[in-house]
T-cell receptor
Framework: SQTIHQWPATLVQPVGSPLSLECTVE??????LYWYRQAAGRGLQLLFY??????ISSEVPQNLSASRPQDRQFILSSKKLLLSDSGFYLC?????????????FGSGTRLTVV | DQQVKQNSPSLSVQEGRISILNCDYT??????FLWYKKYPAEGPTFLIS?????DKNEDGRFTVFLNKSAKHLSLHIVPSQPGDSAVYFC??????????????FGKGTLLTVNP
C-alpha cells in the first residue's frame, strides 16, 4: 500500500536555530511531493514542490528551503528559524486514480518557534 | 490574489440537517476540485472530488456540485452528524507544466454540528 510518513509530530525550537523536517513515501516511485504550511487562522499555503530527485520549486520566497535527496524523501529545512515560521507543516503526495488525481497528506508537524 | 475562496469562516448546523459548504474560484484553468476535512493537529483527509467536466459527484452522505459558469462549487453533507465537525477545505488543481499538478486551497470553513 502507499503511505506517507512525516516527523516529528511536534517541535519547539528557539529563534535562530536550524530546522529539518522529513517526509518519506512508500509504495510508489517518482512521486510528486509538496510541502504546505498552515499558519494560525489561515489556509494551506504551498511552500515547495518537487517532481523528482534534486528538483525543487519554490512558491513563496521565505526563510525555508527544501531538498529531495532521494526519490521518496522530501526535506524541509531552515538555517535560522524566525518566529513567523511557526505553523503546522504538511507534506503531501499526489497520485493518479484512473483519470483523476488525489492528494494524500502526512499527519503534519506542529512547529512552535519561541 | 486568492484564487480559491471560502467566504464563510464558520457554519453551525443541527444534527440530521443538511450542511452546505461553499467555495468560489477565479482560475478557469482549474480541472479538478477537491474537498478535504481537517481535525486540529492532524493532516487533511480527502473527502470527495469532482472533475471540471462534471457538475455533480456523490459519495454516501457527501455530494459536491460544480457550477462552472459561476465558478462555484459546494459540498453538501446529508444528514449532518456531530463527527462531521471539523474544518473543511476546498481545493482546486491545475496542471503547471511537466508532470506537476498544484493544489490551491481556500482558507477553510469550520463546520460545527450540534447534537
Amino acid at each position: 500500500s502507499q503511505t506517507i510518513h512525516q516527523w516529528p509530530a511536534t517541535l519547539v525550537q528557539p529563534v535562530g536555530s536550524p530546522l529539518s523536517l522529513e517526509c518519506t513515501v512508500e509504495g510508489t516511485s517518482n512521486p510528486n511531493l509538496y510541502w504546505y504550511r498552515q499558519a494560525a487562522g489561515r489556509g494551506l499555503q504551498l511552500l515547495f514542490y518537487s517532481v523528482g530527485i534534486g528538483q525543487i520549486s519554490s512558491e513563496v520566497p521565505q526563510n525555508l528551503s527544501a531538498s529531495r535527496p532521494q526519490d521518496r524523501q522530501f526535506i524541509l529545512s531552515s538555517k535560522k528559524l524566525l518566529l513567523s515560521d511557526s505553523g503546522f507543516y504538511l507534506c503531501a503526495w499526489i497520485y493518479w486514480r484512473g483519470a483523476s488525481i488525489g492528494y494524500t497528506f502526512g499527519s503534519g508537524t506542529r512547529l512552535t518557534v519561541v | 490574489d486568492q484564487q480559491v475562496k471560502q467566504n464563510s469562516p464558520s457554519l453551525s448546523v443541527q444534527e440530521g440537517r443538511i450542511s452546505i459548504l461553499n467555495c468560489d474560484y477565479t482560475n478557469s484553468m482549474f480541472d479538478y476540485f477537491l474537498w478535504y476535512k481537517k481535525y486540529p493537529a492532524e493532516g487533511p483527509t480527502f473527502l470527495i472530488s469532482i472533475s471540471s467536466i462534471k457538475d455533480k459527484n456523490e459519495d454516501g452522505r457527501f455530494t459536491v456540485f460544480l457550477n462552472k459558469s459561476a465558478k462555484h462549487l459546494s459540498l453538501h453533507i446529508v444528514p449532518s452528524q456531530p463527527g462531521d465537525s471539523a474544518v473543511y477545505f476546498c481545493a482546486a488543481s491545475a496542471w503547471s507544466g511537466g508532470s506537476n499538478y498544484k493544489l490551491t486551497f481556500g482558507k477553510g470553513t469550520l463546520l460545527t454540528v450540534n447534537p
